[in-house]
Structures are given as C-alpha cells and as structure tokens.
C-alpha cells in the first residue's frame, strides 16, 4: 500500500514516493500525480528536459498492501520508455 489515503488525498503522498523513485534513478525526471475521479485512476506525468508520458495506476494498484513492488517496477519501466522515446 503506498498509502492509507484515498482519492485525492492521497496524490501527494503518491507523487513523493513517485518522486523518491525516479530521482533514484536519474536526477533530471520528474512527477505530477493528480486523482481521476471519473476513472478512479491515478494520473502520473512523468517528465524529463523535454519529454512527457502520462501514464495512470488504479485505485487497486496503489491501495492495496503488498503491491507496493508492482507499482515500482511500473513506474521504472515508464521511466525506461520515456528515456528511449524518439
């Protein structure tokens, strides 16, 4: 669970740990999460100098314990994508 909050309570913790993530890996990347509630997604603009892939996790993904994992290796392989877009 990368958070007890829900909706878009909780984008702010996502985008920190988002952001804890990617600046491990590559100091130049950056995220902005905000919450659909349409969707009941959320919404991860992940960027880089002049790049940007938006990308969405479901409620599931991020409130469920245990998947903690599957959202990293989610938003690193994005991350990979972003790095290898033309």
């Avoid at 669970?1 to 878009?8: D, S, V, W, Y």
């Avoid at 992940?46 to 903690?68: D, H, I, M, P, W």
Wanted: net charge negative; hydrophobic share 40%.
């Amino acid at each position: 669970m990368l958070t007890e909050k829900r909706g878009a309570e909780a984008t702010a913790e996502i985008e920190g740990w988002a952001n804890r993530v990617v600046k491990s890996i590559d100091a130049a990347a950056a995220v902005e999460v905000y919450y659909d509630a349409d969707s009941s997604t959320y919404v991860l603009r992940l960027a880089k100098r002049n790049r940007v892939l938006v990308f969405r996790l479901s409620e599931a993904q991020v409130e469920t314990t245990g998947r903690e994992e599957e959202c990293e290796r989610t938003l690193k392989r994005k991350l990979r994508d972003l790095e290898t877009m033309i």
